[in-house]
């Protein structure tokens, strides 16, 4: 089992930054690629980024290409979203996944991810 549990979120104006984090437990956190989802109010749960294992592949959603940028300190078991130039339709709750796997290419669909946080909620006004 892996226990995974997000922060950060907010309010923020659009053209801001925010970082999420996303503290996991329960397994060894170098044995699984991690991801990060968002859903936006009436609209399905979409890929926003991914990074592997170790933390040398990384894969973002087009939307966010350049703005967003995932990491991870497998020493702390957490896994990071920095997010700059926020728009206002970034505005969703976001949710970390774990999927258990070292293999390449990183899983980008929500179906590879077994493990689940909560989410936290991220709002940018205009």
């Known amino acids: 089992q892996v226990q995974l549990v997000e922060s950060g979120g907010g309010l923020v104006q659009a053209g801001g930054s925010l970082r999420l984090s996303c503290a996991a437990s329960g397994r060894t956190f170098s044995s699984y690629a991690m991801g990060w989802f968002r859903q936006a109010p009436g609209k399905e749960r979409e890929f926003v980024a991914a990074?592997?294992?170790?933390?040398?592949?990384?894969s973002y959603a087009d939307p966010v290409k350049g703005r967003f940028t995932i990491s991870r300190d497998n020493a702390k078991s957490t896994v990071y979203l920095q997010m700059n130039s926020l728009k206002p339709e970034d505005t969703a709750v976001y949710y970390c996944?774990?999927?258990?796997?070292?293999?390449?290419?990183?899983?980008?669909?929500?179906?590879?991810?077994?493990?689940w946080g909560q989410g936290t909620r991220v709002t940018v006004s205009s």
């Open positions: 990074i592997s294992w170790s933390g040398g592949s990384t």
């Open positions: 996944a774990a999927a258990i796997t070292r293999q390449l290419p990183i899983p980008i669909s929500a179906g590879r991810y077994a493990y």
